[in-house]
């Protein structure tokens, strides 16, 4: 057995998962052996004819689009793609084994180029190349339906992959997706949301993890400090489950102030809400000690194969408003582009999809497709405290014009006698810097603000929120970006409308104290974060918030702040410190 090895990342949700290694195309060559039900087994058959046909056309198109010395190439690719024999073996392999097809089709090819490999002949050794070339085409098509998988899994596993999308997070079960790792990805990336959201200790950024992984070997992934363990040794495997049974025994602490109030010991008292990514998710909120949602992210409704109807998303999110009775329930409408892209709206391939085609500007531009979502949250709203968010909002302009579409569509359930709330709230997210800037111009327009600082953070600092690279200078706690949540603050206060904050800072508890001071009227956060973040709120003086957040504004670096966040934090709450 090879040595216990440890590999650093960047923990992004928290917890401790021990358990073995499920590797989602890491190796394009390598697929795990998944286990095909006998029913099923014929539709993997016909997943692999149309994962062949793809790549087939692919390989007739660039033939046809190369210079004739290249043509060849291509055409000899295509060749292998037709040796019946060859695919009649595949296929039969997978119906007397009933495993997933790319791993039999990996392990195939990984065969043929151990044979051509070891020929003498130059000119076969020389194919080597291009059958890797053919193998891994087809594995790309192969994957794309293999990551199906993680909703099928049939025991707990640890995911290994070079990055997954936030749809196929979405995928993941609880039950059977105990954690994962991967090499891309950075805090607020909406993979790492996700894992928070479904309660999986998570590690990004895990940058050399597939060079030294193995299908089937144990991990150790803290989730808290970013680390990894492969091939954990008994001791250390000894230390880790002490360190879950801490947590879990402090877990129990923190839900005897489940149905306790967020408010201070001097009576300054926060709405402490919960961003949720799905509508099952509302019933946690309540567990966790949250007041209502303060922030439904839509998006994962329209990831999949078909757009949702009217109907549809009434349904969602009147489950979401039952589920949080009569606190406030905050529905974002539709934030897609940047990481969250689906394939209905037809966008050709953005070279900063981030600074593109994304949130309200693509709503605005598919009016039709807005308004079914509007009128599916009007709908919801007659039945509790419904509030409508816009996303990635940059000016008055674009407020004006969503409103006008809000209006129009009251205008129609009015025409059509449906119900709604007439007096629904309407706010934005203020999470592009102009937004930030530009706060006094915008409250007038609104009844209230909710701070992004996970993009406020990464627009204001030019630093993609994804990209492991320059992940080291993604910090929310930068003075000028604590500055803009100042000014925002501020300003909102200043119309008379409340002002929230629902980006991952809100739930780092060393930040809280600072947010808390800056006067903000609600913090939202993953249902997970809530119990510590209210332990905070009700050991933290307000008069002592207000001048943590005065000496804060006048720190000049990132790191200085950090620091001095965790002393205080240290000092006041060492249980936090497990
Ligand atoms: C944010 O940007 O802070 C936010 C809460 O929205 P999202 O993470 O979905 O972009
Ligand atoms: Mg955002």
């Known amino acids: 057995m090879r040595n216990e090895r440890r590999i650093g990342g960047i923990g992004v949700s928290p917890g401790v998962a021990i358990g073995r290694a499920f590797l989602l195309g890491v190796d394009e060559l390598k697929a795990p052996p998944v286990r095909i039900l006998p029913h099923k087994v014929e539709d993997e ?11 087939k056309r692919e390989l007739a198109r660039l033939r046809d689009d190369s210079p004739g010395e290249v043509e060849g190439i291509f055409g000899a690719h295509l060749m292998m793609l037709e040796d019946p024999v060859f695919l009649r073996e595949i296929e039969e ?28 002949d130059e000119h076969f050794r020389g194919r080597v190349a291009d059958i890797r070339d053919v193998g891994t085409r087809v594995m790309a098509h192969l994957l794309g339906t293999e990551r199906e998988v993680l909703a099928h899994l049939q025991e707990e596993v640890i995911v290994v992959a070079h990055d997954l999308s936030p749809s196929d997070t979405v995928q993941m079960r609880k039950e059977r997706v105990i954690g994962f790792v991967t090499e891309l990805g950075g805090r607020t990336s909406h993979t790492a949301i996700m894992a928070r959201s479904l309660e999986i200790p998570a590690v990004v950024g895990a940058s050399r993890i597939s060079g030294e992984v193995n299908p089937g ?41 489940r149905d306790l109030p967020a408010v201070t010991p001097d ?21 966790k000690g949250g007041y209502g949602t303060g922030l439904f992210r ?12 009217e109907d549809e998303q009434f ?4 489950q979401v408003v039952r589920s949080c009775g009569d606190c406030p329930v905050i529905i974002r409408t539709v934030d897609l582009g940047g990481d969250k892209f689906v394939s209905h709206f037809r966008v050709p391939k953005e070279v900063n999809p981030f600074l593109g085609w994304r949130g309200i500007r693509l709503c605005l531009q598919n009016r039709g497709f807005f308004k079914i979502q509007l009128r599916a949250i009007l709908r919801a709203s007659a039945l509790g405290r419904v509030g409508i968010m816009f996303p990635m909002v940059s000016g008055v302009g674009e407020v004006r014009e969503a409103k006008g579409i809000i209006e129009e569509t009251k205008e129609e359930l009015r025409g059509q006698g449906i119900e709604f709330d007439e007096g629904i709230q309407v706010g934005i997210m203020v999470e592009v810097p102009s937004a930030a800037i530009l706060a006094d111009l915008l409250a007038p327009e609104v009844n209230f603000f909710s701070i992004g600082t996970n993009d406020l953070t990464q627009y204001c600092l030019a630093v993609d929120r994804v990209n492991p690279n320059v992940s080291y200078l993604y910090e929310p706690l930068h003075p000028a970006v604590l500055k803009l949540i100042n000014q925002v603050v501020e ?19 060393a930040a809280a104290v600072a947010l808390l001071g800056m006067g903000l009227d609600e913090l939202s956060v993953s249902p997970v974060a809530i119990p510590q973040i209210k332990l905070v709120i009700r050991g933290t003086a307000y008069s002592l918030a207000q001048r943590v957040a005065k000496e804060v504004l006048a720190i000049t670096t990132p790191q200085e702040i950090r620091e001095y966040l965790e002393g205080l934090l240290k000092n006041n709450f060492p249980q936090l410190n497990i």
């Open 93 to 120: 392999e997978v119906r007397e084994k009933r495993l997933s097809v790319a791993h039999i089709f990996g392990e195939r090819i990984e065969e043929v180029i151990s044979h051509f490999g070891g020929l003498e």
């Open 217 to 257: 070997d144990m991990l150790v992934v803290d989730g808290q400090t970013g680390r990894v363990i492969l091939r954990p040794s008994p001791t250390t495997l000894k230390e880790y489950r002490q360190v879950k049974a801490r947590l879990k025994r402090f877990e129990k602490t923190l839900s005897r102030l």
């Open 267 to 287: 009576g300054r008292r926060v709405e402490l809400s919960a961003n949720i990514e799905a509508p099952e998710e509302a019933e946690e909120i309540r567990r």
């Open 45 to 55: 058959i016909k997943g692999f004819r149309r994962a062949l046909s793809q790549a």
């Open 298 to 309: 839509t998006e994962y409704l329209f990831m999949r194969a078909t757009l949702p109807g």
């Open 491 to 509: 300003a909102g206060h200043r119309h008379g409308i409340w002002v929230g904050l629902c980006g991952e800072l809100g739930a780092d508890p």
């Open 315 to 318: 349904e969602v999110y009147s």
